[in-house]
């Protein structure tokens, strides 16, 4: 512009920079972009710390480097930015959580009062937090807790009545005792309820607790060894008709359907933890639980086995017949399938658009495949959660480049550590290859075949081939 009075980033509204940064998910990025100018800085640091997280590698280093809450404590004014907080592990000395960073933590949930998600998956420490988690937080909306707490604690968060989103992990019967008290006060916006690892847990006293929140749209009751999954779907018919989303587990043997087996109607995405070990029972079962499916448009499907098997023929031609229409999302966990079942589920889920799954067969069988579904854009190889075996290595970048070029509709193929991503620009396809955090870009002529990199000016390269 004349006169160069737009030629510094400050002249940009305000309200449109914080745009830019919503989209850099790398902190090394925002970090640098927060050095740029006093504008700049103020929204990075929106950005920088919106959400925190403490990680288990962050608690070996505890000493050696700073932690989020010690830069809380210097930088107060930054915590007015931070929505979501997540423990994942604590620092400890002498096998107990180190006290100091136990008292940081209480204070920076002092000072967070626009807290909106808390997570804590180390009990050690939770007791010290629950009065903070409870007092002076009016958006709290999501809370994940590995809840072994006594009734004092459990009594404290009889105050929180804002949740949206309430998962316990390992609850204590003093948890489960007052758990009706706690879903009861924030009945009028809880739509989301887990319960896993629970030993006490019966489906007597779960109906006591869904009984309060008959609109609940999301469930997920996994590891609770008290209740089948029979009793379970029977359970949530009664009192939570309407549920949308629902993950269970199945370890007992099969049982006949009966005529007052439940139906969900309005059931949109099913997941579905296998404990079984006897293949028959485990066709009967999935044959049983997709049956209160049968008259639900599902979008999402998830199969997780507990020991590697393979997919039953049966069950795949349950879905196809009563989902082929309507599915989105497919994912097979530790679940191997063959050329003919990838082919069947390719060529009949018309809307199929994320499929997950073991990806050890033949390329050419995967691409033949992948052609077939039209609207597939997303694929992930569960190698990484299972455990590669077979006789087929993971596929290479050169394996990679064949499907996209088959297969046009594709647009991210996800492996264990490497992540690639295309686009097509008339006959040329460009590939983004991600490996550890680090992009990497090509571009392959469709008519000379020939692979190009892309002009980069980041000082970090590596040669790949694709």
Not at 71 to 77: A, N
Not at 111 to 121: A, D, G, Q, V, Y
Not at 221 to 227: K, Q
């Amino acid at each position: 512009m004349a006169g160069g009075r737009y030629s510094s980033a400050d002249a940009l509204p305000f309200d449109i920079i914080p745009l830019f940064f919503y989209w850099l998910t790398n902190y090394a990025d925002l970090a640098s972009s927060a050095l740029v100018s006093k504008t700049w800085h103020q929204a990075a640091t929106m950005r920088l710390y919106y959400s925190i997280v403490y990680t288990a590698e962050m608690a070996r280093q505890n000493g050696r480097i700073s932690s989020p809450f010690d830069v809380l404590l210097t930088h107060k004014d930054y915590a007015l930015h931070v929505k979501h907080m997540s423990i994942q592990s604590v620092p400890t000395t002498n096998s107990k959580p180190n006290d100091a960073f136990t008292i940081n933590v209480a204070r920076c949930l002092d000072l967070c009062k626009n807290l909106t998600s808390f997570s804590c998956m180390s009990h050690g420490i939770l007791p010290s937090l629950i009065s903070r988690i409870a007092a002076g937080k009016p958006r709290l909306a999501d809370l994940k807790l590995e809840a072994v707490l006594n009734r004092p604690e459990t009594e404290l968060l009889l105050g929180v009545k804002t949740l949206k989103r309430l998962s316990l992990d390992f609850p204590t019967r003093v948890v489960l005792h007052y758990l009706p008290d706690l879903v009861q006060n924030n009945a009028v916006n809880l739509e989301n309820l887990s319960i896993t690892n629970s030993f006490d847990l019966d489906h007597e006293y779960l109906g006591i607790i869904l009984s309060h929140v008959p609109k609940l749209k999301t469930l997920r009751i996994s590891d609770c060894i008290c209740i089948t999954h029979v009793q379970l779907l029977r359970v949530i018919a009664q009192c939570c008709p309407s549920l949308t989303s629902l993950t269970l587990m199945i370890y007992t043997p099969y049982q006949q359907v009966d005529p007052q087996w439940p139906s969900f109607l309005d059931l949109r995405h099913l997941s579905i933890n296998v404990r079984q070990c006897d293949k028959d029972a485990v066709r009967g079962t999935l044959g049983a639980v997709l049956t209160a499916a049968n008259q639900a448009a599902l979008e999402s499907f998830t199969l997780k086995s507990a020991e590697r098997s393979s997919l039953p023929s049966a069950v795949l031609e349950d879905l196809i017949k009563h989902q082929k229409g309507t599915l989105k999302k497919l994912n097979i966990m530790n679940t191997d399938i063959s050329e003919a079942q990838l082919d069947r589920i390719c060529a009949e889920f018309s809307e199929l658009q994320q499929l997950s799954f073991i990806m050890s067969l033949r390329v050419e069988a995967l691409a033949g495949a992948f052609i077939k579904a039209k609207k597939l854009t997303t694929v992930i190889d569960t190698i990484s959660a299972t455990g590669h075996s077979g006789s087929l290595a993971p596929l290479t970048s050169r394996e990679i480049q064949r499907l996209f070029k088959k297969a046009k509709n594709l647009r991210l193929i996800k492996l264990t550590s490497r992540t690639y991503t295309s686009s097509w620009n008339k006959t040329q396809l460009e590939i983004s290859l991600a490996r550890d955090g680090h992009p990497f870009i090509y571009r392959f002529d469709g008519q000379t075949g020939e692979v190009k990199e892309r002009p980069s000016t980041k000082s970090r390269k590596r040669s790949v081939v694709v």
